[in-house]
């Protein structure tokens, strides 16, 4: 669809308008493309390498010194050398300004990672929008709503009075906001803090995303009706605030004569507010592949395009006039639900093309082409390393210049062929034409597909097979459903009532839309998992993808075919391939309060001790599932869960839903609590034909060369709380030992002391290092090399952990992220992610039996 951008104002047939533009021409005759690659050149290897300014600076000045002193030479070269330099050298000096060179009063420079009360006056950018509850809070205690929105800061309370501050933060909270929208000015008191990086391989680095997007931390409220003071109404004085009454107006005119699922969707679709969508709802569309039908994208605009044209024409506009509404029409849209890179991608395409016709000059698509991605780039450098941005640029490029290269439009029908289809029944004959049109469209989406393949499994770690099955009716019911929508808005505007008479168009298909991306989803091998994608393997893949695009001679399709798919498979078998490791492996995953810890063995066999976090439902989705995908983990052989308290649990749902657990080992206690999420989690496992067993002291397990042996709990008690009966599992392999204790203490802890134990290589920390458990008298008992915390902000003050004075190395999931030990035949291999230190414990015993640590 992104394609049809080119035809909105193409002229009838027959009228000999020569100015028309086309959709094919040739990119390296367009000036502006080399321009914005070498720009874009620039601006990664300052992302890269972090350039200096100055250099940059002074590069850019010397270049172009040198090009007005060459551009007359005789030497035609030359002069274009010292362009190419001097545009590199701008983007590199270009986002080194806009992403680190902040303002002396910007408020990043009064936060830091732990968070610290902040007051501050600024103005909302946007209506608080609506998320959900963490699904943590203490029995009994309702959940309270959260809210978000983006403060532009204008002052801040410091050293007794209010100083002039400047910068961005994401203002979020508990609470009530009723009268608070865009455009308001506020007095806001909170803990601010930065966004905090990224602690797992493969997770996500909120610090980079926001930084990206110009926000500099954020402002955590828990009542936001008791710390948000308006100072202004921003209602008739600010954009923003407008902005915000037509989206919220047109939001409730959809969501008046849809149902709730409906109008959420619609919501999304048409306006960009996704906020009120389930989770659930983003991981169908995600896993499937068409994530592009919930945030707007370039076909949202080409079909309001196209549908404003049938508009102009129904009126009779004449093409110039048409192509004027046309242009502010879809510029007013892109101001209203948003200015994201697909949108400004569509809206200066359209515009270009716009402005060719009222100007009556042609139009070449790459410059345009080259045109949106420099002001992508310029409006926020860091929106080029965005998926989304790439993904729009990249499948618009596949449809403007590798479409017309590898389909080439059929010969006419010879007259003989022409009489025998007439003699064909009519519904034969439409029969024969919506074939061959579905073909084309399958067509069209495979070679979509195969070019954005590599990016998603380079990006994201899987590949969403069935959107080659669905891809097609998905994009045929979205579009109804925009042309329901937009319709129904329209009229809305005229007369409310109006609406419901397109609103069925728009349930019905959205209905259908929704309805085969969740059964898509529901099949197995919608998705295939795979793990990190080779740098020169996508470096490869893409260098082919443009030069057959750019190629003077043509590829044929069974080339494009054969390589593409070649150079994909061989892809696949590095990705999917796990070869046998040496030694075993163990990552104690960085989750806060939680707990999560894998064991790979040597032979390919996967092992989870525990699935859970506090106050973070969503931990599997947001950590453990990221770092699974870049491992290229697809199965959890088994998975053993401490005991059952939600912060050990508490992901296993989510996690059941997108990765296959072969079974669940649990305490004999786990499922006698009496607690709804329990019921649940085993219900769904139950569901899923998900067998789980109990273990007890004495069992003994094995996978391949590595052994576990329960330790604790006995078959029944000890009495009291979860913690004491906690699972506590001694991993062996080569000689190495760790010990895993989830939250042990109490009488349990006491239990596990009177055994028999050999020196440990690495200890879990019981109860994620608080004080109680963790006594001299553990430290004495497996007189550990290597103690490892899982756990969030320390919260104890002034206690000193008893491991360091008998020579252990104290190490948390808090600082160092999260932590992989690699059991060795030759010793201890211990690494934090953040820091990227490594700790050695060697294998063989000094006098008093403790491993040495080096």
Not at 71 to 97: D, I, K, M, N, V
Not at 264 to 276: K, P
Not at 277 to 304: M, P
Request: hydrophobic content about 45%; proline content about 7%; overall charge positive.
């Amino acid at each position: 669809m992104a394609s049809g951008a080119g035809v909105l104002l193409a002229p009838a047939p027959g009228s000999g308008n020569v100015l028309a533009p086309t959709l094919v021409d040739r990119p390296w005759r367009a000036p502006l493309l080399p321009l914005a690659l070498l720009v874009t050149g620039g601006v990664v290897l300052d992302r890269v390498f972090s350039l200096s300014l100055a250099a940059s600076l002074s590069c850019t000045v010397l270049a172009l010194l040198a090009w007005g002193a060459t551009w007359r030479s005789s030497r035609r070269g030359l002069p274009l050398l010292y362009l190419a330099l001097a545009a590199g050298s701008f983007g590199a000096a270009y986002h080194q300004c806009c992403r680190e060179r902040l303002p002396a009063d910007n408020v990043a420079y009064l936060l830091s990672e732990n968070p610290a009360p902040l007051q501050v006056r600024g103005v909302l950018e946007d209506n608080f929008r609506p998320g959900a509850p963490s699904g943590m809070e203490e029995e009994g205690t309702p959940a309270v709503p959260l809210f978000a929105t983006t403060l532009r800061v204008h002052h801040c309370w410091r050293r007794e009075h209010w100083e002039s501050a400047s910068g961005r933060l994401r203002l979020s909270g508990r609470g009530t906001v009723a009268g608070l929208q865009a455009g308001d000015e506020v007095e806001v008191v909170g803990q601010g803090s930065l966004f905090p990086r990224a602690a797992n391989p493969g997770e996500r680095d909120a610090f980079e995303v926001w930084h990206d997007r110009g926000v500099a931390g954020r402002l955590w409220v828990p009542r936001l009706e008791l710390a948000t003071t308006r100072l202004e109404s921003g209602r008739l004085s600010s954009w923003r605030g407008h902005l915000a009454r037509i989206r919220s107006a047109g939001v409730d005119s959809l969501r008046t004569f849809l149902p709730e699922h409906e109008g959420n969707l619609a919501a999304a679709l048409l306006l960009g507010d996704t906020h009120a969508l389930e989770q659930s709802d983003w991981q169908k569309y995600a896993r499937t592949g068409v994530i592009h039908v919930l945030v707007i994208s370039g076909q949202h605009l080409v079909i309001l395009g196209l549908f404003l044209r049938f508009l102009c024409e129904l009126v009779g506009m004449r093409q110039r006039q048409a192509a004027l509404v046309i242009a502010l029409v879809l510029v007013g849209y892109a101001l209203l639900v948003g200015f994201q890179p697909p949108v400004v991608r569509a809206v200066v395409t359209v515009c270009v093309l716009c402005g060719g016709l009222l100007l009556r000059r042609p139009s070449m698509t790459a410059n345009s082409f080259a045109l949106a991605w420099l002001i992508v780039l310029l409006l926020q450098p860091g929106d080029i390393f965005t998926l989304g941005c790439q993904l729009s640029f990249l499948a618009v490029a596949i449809l403007y210049w590798g479409l017309p290269r590898v389909l080439t439009t059929p010969p006419e029908p010879e007259p003989l062929d022409r009489l025998i289809d007439a003699t064909r029944p009519a519904w034969q004959r439409w029969g024969r034409r919506l074939g061959r049109q579905t073909l084309i469209l399958y067509a069209i989406n495979g070679m979509v597909w195969l070019a954005l393949g590599p990016v998603l499994a380079a990006r994201q770690h899987a590949l969403p097979l069935i959107g080659l099955l669905i891809g097609p009716p998905v994009m045929v019911l979205t579009s109804l459903a925009l042309v329901g929508g937009f319709v129904q808005l329209l009229l809305g505007l005229i007369w409310a009532p109006l609406g419901w008479l397109p609103a069925g168009i728009t349930r019905l298909s959205l209905m259908g839309c929704d309805g085969l991306v969740t059964v898509g989803n529901a099949l197995p091998g919608a998705s295939l998992i795979v793990g990190e994608v080779p740098l020169w393997w996508l470096a490869g893949f893409y260098g082919g993808v443009f030069a057959a695009l750019w190629w003077p001679r043509r590829p044929t399709v069974r080339t494009v075919l054969v390589g593409g798919l070649g150079w994909l498979s061989l892809g696949l078998a590095i990705t999917l391939v796990r070869w046998p490791q040496e030694g075993c492996r163990i990552t104690f995953l960085a989750v806060g309060h939680g707990g999560c810890t894998v064991v790979e063995a040597p032979e390919g066999r996967v092992l989870m001790y525990d699935a859970g976090a506090m106050w973070r439902p969503h931990v599997a989705r947001q950590q453990i599932l990221p770092w699974l995908h870049a491992r290229g983990i697809r199965r959890i052989d088994d998975l053993f869960l401490s005991h059952a308290d939600a912060d050990h649990y508490n992901g296993v749902l989510e996690l059941s839903q997108m990765i296959s657990i072969g079974q669940v080992s649990t305490n004999p206690s786990f499922a006698e609590k009496q607690d709804p999420r329990i019921a649940q989690t085993l219900g769904v496992l139950a569901e899923r034909g998900v067998p789980v067993r109990t273990l007890n002291r004495g069992d003994r397990l094995s996978a391949g060369a590595v052994t576990l042996d329960v330790l604790h709990p006995p078959a029944s008690g000890p009495p009291g709380p979860e913690n004491v009966r906690s699972l506590v599992l001694l991993i062996q392999h080569e000689g190495h030992r760790v010990l895993l204790t989830g939250d042990l203490e109490g009488e349990g802890l006491a239990e596990v002391l009177a055994l028999p134990i050999a020196p440990i290589d690495v200890l879990m920390a019981p109860h994620h290092g608080s004080r109680f458990p963790n006594t001299p008298e553990l430290a004495q008992w497996c007189q550990p090399a290597v103690v490892l915390s899982s756990q969030g902000r320390p919260r104890s003050v002034g206690w000193k952990e008893p491991y360091s004075a008998s020579g252990a190395r104290y190490l948390t999931t808090w600082e160092e992220g999260a932590i992989t030990v690699h059991l060795q035949p030759g010793g201890v291999v211990v690494e934090g992610y953040r820091s990227g230190q490594r700790h050695v414990v060697r294998k063989r015993a000094g006098p008093s039996g403790v491993p040495l640590l080096q």
